[in-house]
C-alpha cells in the first residue's frame, strides 16, 4: 500500500460508505430506468442500438449480395437496389463504425483512467438519445420506399435532383447532421474526461494507450465532423430553398460538396480505424502478458496518423479533373500515411514477439483483423497512385479495398473487443467454442465473399450497378462473392447468440479473468459507482505492478471512498502530471436530457418533412430543456467550498475559467464551430477560384453594413469584457448594465449585419453570389443570436444569485463563447463587405 | 534575444511538428490549386510558383529541424532509454522529448514527400 493512509476505517464505517455511495449512483428502475445517465448504462444502450443498427444493414447487404448472385436478376427492382446499397453504407459509416467507438469509450474510460464518471455524464446522454432517434428515423425511411438512394457520400446533381432523390437526400442530410451533432457531443466529453479526469499520479506517459488513441480521434472529430455540417447547410438550402450552391448553370459547383464531404470522409476512415487499433493495443499485451513494446510509438502513429489523415481527401476526387500537381501533393500523403500506420502494426508484432503469446479468441479476431487490414492497406497504397486510380476508380476494386480496410481494421477488432470486455458487462466470459467457430465463418466468409470483388473490379465491372449481363467475365466472381457474403453472415449470427444465449447456468468467473494489467478491471459490474475510491496510479499496468491495488481501491483507502453530499462526485487533476485541482460534481439522473434530444429530433424531422410550425415549437421546446438543463445542473454554488477526499486532502467544489472543465468544453466545441465556419469561407473563396468574376456582376452588400455590424460586435464583445472586469470586482449592478448594454449592441449588430444583403436586394435563388454571401451573414448572426441568448442567461443567473465574483463560471464561460464570436464577425463582414472590391 | 527558446512544459509541443507539415501541406495545395485555377492572372510563371514552394519546404523542415532540436533536449539529449515509464516528472519529461522527436522525424519524411511533386510536376496538366 502506499504508506499515506493514517487510519484504517472500521468494517461497519466502510459499509456506511458504500451505502452511501451505491445511493448517489443508484439507477432508477422501471421505466426511470432510462433517465439514467451513468456511462455504464449509455454505454452499453450505445453498443447494443450500433450493432443493431450494424446488424440491419447487414441485412441490406445481404439483400444486395443476392440481387447481384447472378446476371439479370429481378430480386430487388433497380430503385430498392439503389435504396439498399445507399443505406448499407450510411448506417454503416454514421449508425455503426463511428458510434461503436463512442460507446465503447464511454463505458471504459472512467474505469480505465480510474474516475468515476466522465465529467459531462448528462451530454453523453442526449448524445446517446440524439443518436438513437435520428438513427432510428434514417433506417425507418427504407420502409417508406423513401430512404436515400443516390449512394452514401450523396453527389449533386444527382442528390440535389428531387425528381429522382426524392425526400430520401433531405432524410441523409437532417438525419446525419443531428447524429453528427451526437459525435461532437462525444468527443467534447472524450477530450476534456482524457485530459482532465485521470486518476491521480496518471501522468501523460501513464496513460493507457487506449486513452491516446481516443484523444487523437476526438480531436480529428472536432476538425473533420464541421466541414461535413457546413456541407450539409449549403446542401439542404439547395434543396429547401433552391439556393443554386451546388447548380453549375448559376454559378454553383457539384465540386464544392465533394471537397466537403471527402474533407470530413478521409479522416472518418481514421476516425473508425484508430479506436478499434486502440482495442488491439489493450488486448495484445494482455496475451502477451507483458507491457506493450515501444509505447512512445504508438503515440507517434496514432498522431501522425491523426495528422496526416487530413491530407488525403482528394485522393478520392482523382478523376474529377484538377489539376495534376494538386492530385501529386494528395497522392504523396496519402503514401506517407502507411508510415504510421505500419508503426503500429510492428509494435504489435513485436509484442507478441516478445512476450508469450496466449491465442485466445480476443487474439483470433486481432490477428485476423489485422491480416485482412494489411491486405487492404496494400490495396490502398495502390490506388493512392493517380495512374492505378484512373484505373480502378469506381470499380469493383475499390469495394474490395475498402471493405478489407474496414472490416480488417475496425470489425474484426471490435468483435475481439466484445469477446475480450464482455466480463465487464456480466462477469462471465463468452464461449470459447462458439468464438473460434465464430471467428473461422466470419475470416474465411469476408475472404470468398470479397476477395474475388478485386478481380472483378480490373476486369471493369463497376459499384452500383443493379444488374449485369451475362458471360462478360463477371458471373462467377458475384456467385462466389455471394456466397462467401452468407458464410460470413453466419459468423455474425453466431456472435450474436453466443451474446444473447442465456448465462444464468455459467458459474460468474473472477474480476479480471484474462489477468490484464489495466486499471479497467477494477470495475464490478454489479455496481454503478465506478470505482469504489480513486486510486494513486505509479504504473502503465497498475494491476501488474502495483501489489494490493484492488483490495486498497475496494477497502475504500483512496481518494473520494464516500459520498458525504449525497452528490455524484469525481477528481479533476491537472493534464500533464495528474495531480489532483478539484472535486468535480457531475450531474446525475435527468429526464431533461431526453426532453431536449427528443425536441432537438423533433426540429431535424419536421424540416425534412418541411412543417415549419412544428420546427417552431420543437426548437422552442429544445431551448426551453436545454436552458431548463444549464440553470438545474451546471455551475451550481456549493454549500461549501472546499470538500475534504481523503488522504489528508482537501480540494475546492467550485473552479472557473481556464481551470474548470465547463470551461474547456466550451473551448472545444467552439474549435468545431470555428472549423465549421472556416469550411462556409473555404466555399466564399472555392467560388472566387473557380469563376471569371464570382460576383457575375451582382451587386454585393457594400461597404457601409457589414463594416457597421463588424463594429458593433466588436462593441458587444467590449461590453461583456466589461462586464467580466466589473463581476470581478462585486459590483453587481453594474454587471447587469454591462450585460444589458450588450445584448442591445449584439442586437443592434445583428440586423446591420443582415441589412447589407437584404437592402441591397441581394436574391440568393438567382446566383450562388448571393446566395453564398446570404449564408455567411446568417451564420453570423445566428451566432450572434445564440449569443444573445447566453448574455440573457448570465444576466438572469445575476438577478437570481447565481453568479458572483467568486462564482462566475457562466460569465467566463460566455465571454470565451465572445471571443470565438467576435472573430468570427470581424472575419465574415471583413470579407463580404471589402473582398469584392480588393480581388 | 536568446535564439533557442526555453523549455516549454505543455502538451501542445508534441503537436509542433505534425502543424508545421500541416501548415505546408496547405500552402502547397491552395498555392497550386489557385495557380492552376486562375491560369493566366498571376503576374509570375509555374516555375517561380515551384521555386517559391520550395523555400516555403525549406523553412518548414527548417522549423522540424528547430522543434526536434528541442525535442532532443527534452529527452536529455538521448540520455535515458525508453521506456520512460517511472511515476516520476523526469519520465514524463524524458516520454514527451521522445514522442515529440519521434514525431518530428515522421513530420521532416512528410514534408519531403508532399515537396516531391514540385520537382517533378512542371505544369498544371502536363
Known sequence: MTGTVETELS????????????????????????????????????GAAAFIFMLFAGVLALLVRVQLAVPGNDFLSADMFNQAFTLHGTVMMFLFAVPIFEAVAIFLLPSMLGARELPFPRLSAFGFWSFALGGVFVCGSIFFGAAPNTGWFMYPPLATDKEYSGIGADIWL?????????????????????????????????????????????????????????????????????????????????????????????????????????LMAMIVPTFSQRPIVGYSWIVL?????????????????????????????????????????????????????????????????????LAIFIIGGLTGVMVALVPFDWQAHDTYFIVAHLHYVL???????????????????????????????????????????????????????????????????????NLISTIGAFIFASGVALVVIDVLRPKHRQPKGEQNPWNSGTLEWISEPEEKWGVRSIPIIRSRYPIWDQRGLIEDIKAGRFYLPDAKDGARETLVTSVLDAEPIQCLRVGGT?????????????????????????????????LAAIVAWLWTGTAVIPREEMRDVGLGKTLPLYTSGP??????????????????????????????????????????????????????????????LVAQWVNEADWRGLTRLALAVAVLLTLAACCAGLAGPYLTGMDPTVHVYPAIVWVVALWTVVHGGVGIIMQLYCLARNLAGRMSARHDMDLRNVVLYWHFLVITAITSFGVLGLFPGLR | ???????????????????????????????????????????????????????????????????????????????????????????????????????????????????????FIEACQP
Open chain 1, 301 to 369: 502513429a496514432a498522431v501522425g496518423t491523426g495528422f496526416l489523415s487530413f491530407g488525403l481527401w482528394v485522393h478520392h476526387m482523382f478523376t474529377t479533373g484538377l489539376p495534376q500537381i494538386s492530385l501529386a501533393f494528395f497522392s504523396a500523403a496519402s503514401e506517407a500515411v502507411a508510415i504510421p500506420t505500419g508503426v503500429q502494426i510492428f509494435v504489435f508484432i513485436a509484442t507478441m514477439l516478445a512476450g508469450r503469446v496466449i491465442f485466445s479468441v480476443p487474439m483470433l479476431f486481432g490477428a485476423g483483423g
Open chain 1, 407 to 477: 472490416i480488417g481494421g475496425m470489425l474484426f477488432p471490435i468483435v475481439a473487443g466484445i469477446y475480450y470486455y464482455y466480463p465487464l458487462l456480466d462477469a462471465r466470459k463468452l464461449s470459447d467454442r462458439l468464438g473460434k467457430i465464430a471467428f473461422w465463418l466470419m475470416f474465411v466468409g469476408f475472404n470468398v465473399a470479397f476477395f474475388p470483388m478485386h478481380l472483378a473490379g480490373l476486369r471493369g465491372m463497376p459499384r452500383r450497378v443493379f444488374t449485369y449481363p451475362a458471360d462478360i467475365g463477371w458471373d462467377w466472381f
Open chain 1, 659 to 720: 481551470g474548470s472543465v465547463g470551461w474547456w468544453a466550451m473551448f472545444i466545441t467552439m474549435a468545431g464551430d470555428g472549423t465549421a465556419y472556416a469550411s462556409l469561407m473555404f466555399g466564399y473563396f472555392f467560388y472566387w477560384t473557380i469563376h471569371e468574376d464570382f460576383t457575375a456582376g451582382h451587386a454585393g452588400p457594400g461597404v457601409l453594413w457589414p463594416f457597421t455590424a463588424a463594429g458593433l460586435f466588436t462593441l458587444a464583445w467590449a461590453a461583456m
Open chain 1, 174 to 278: 437532417l438525419g446525419l447532421s443531428f447524429i453528427e451533432v451526437a459525435s461532437i457531443a462525444a468527443a467534447v466529453e472524450l477530450i476534456v474526461g482524457i485530459m482532465k479526469c485521470r486518476a491521480p499520479g496518471m501522468r501523460i506517459n501513464m496513460m493507457p494507450l487506449f486513452a491516446w488513441y481516443l484523444l487523437i480521434v476526438a480531436g480529428m472529430i472536432l476538425f473533420a465532423f464541421p466541414p461535413l455540417i457546413a456541407g450539409d447547410i449549403l446542401f439542404e438550402m439547395e434543396r429547401m430553398f433552391d439556393w443554386p450552391f451546388f447548380d453549375a448553370a448559376r454559378g454553383g459547383d457539384p465540386l464544392l460538396w465533394q471537397h466537403l464531404f471527402w474533407i470530413f470522409g478521409h479522416p472518418e476512415v481514421y476516425i473508425i480505424f484508430l479506436p478499434a487499433i486502440a
Open chain 2, 1 to 119: 534575444m536568446r535564439l533557442i527558446p526555453k523549455d516549454v512544459e505543455s502538451l501542445w509541443t508534441l503537436f509542433t511538428a505534425p502543424t508545421i507539415w500541416a501548415l505546408h501541406f496547405l500552402v502547397c495545395y491552395v498555392t497550386a490549386a489557385v495557380f492552376c485555377a486562375k491560369a493566366g492572372a498571376p503576374p509570375f510563371s509555374f516555375e517561380a510558383m515551384r521555386l517559391a514552394l520550395c523555400a516555403v519546404t525549406l523553412v518548414a523542415l527548417s522549423g522540424i529541424v528547430l522543434s526536434a532540436y528541442l525535442a532532443w533536449r527534452q529527452w536529455g539529449f538521448g540520455s535515458g532509454d525508453p521506456p520512460h515509464d517511472e511515476p516520476t516528472r523526469k519520465d514524463r519529461l524524458l516520454f514527451q522529448g521522445f514522442a515529440t522527436l519521434l514525431l518530428a522525424g515522421l513530420s521532416f519524411v512528410a514534408v519531403i514527400f508532399v515537396a516531391v511533386p514540385l520537382a
Open chain 1, 590 to 622: 435527468s429526464l431533461l436530457t431526453i426532453l431536449a434530444a427528443f425536441s432537438l429530433g423533433g426540429v431535424f424531422i419536421a424540416l425534412t418533412f418541411h412543417w415549419w410550425i412544428t420546427t417552431i415549437v420543437c426548437a422552442s421546446a429544445t
Open chain 1, 11 to 46: 468494517a461497519d464505517a466502510r459499509k456506511a460508505q458504500e451505502a452511501e455511495l451505491r445511493e448517489v449512483w443508484r439507477t432508477p428502475s422501471g421505466w426511470c430506468y432510462w433517465t439514467s445517465v451513468n456511462n455504464t448504462e449509455i454505454g452499453l444502450w450505445y
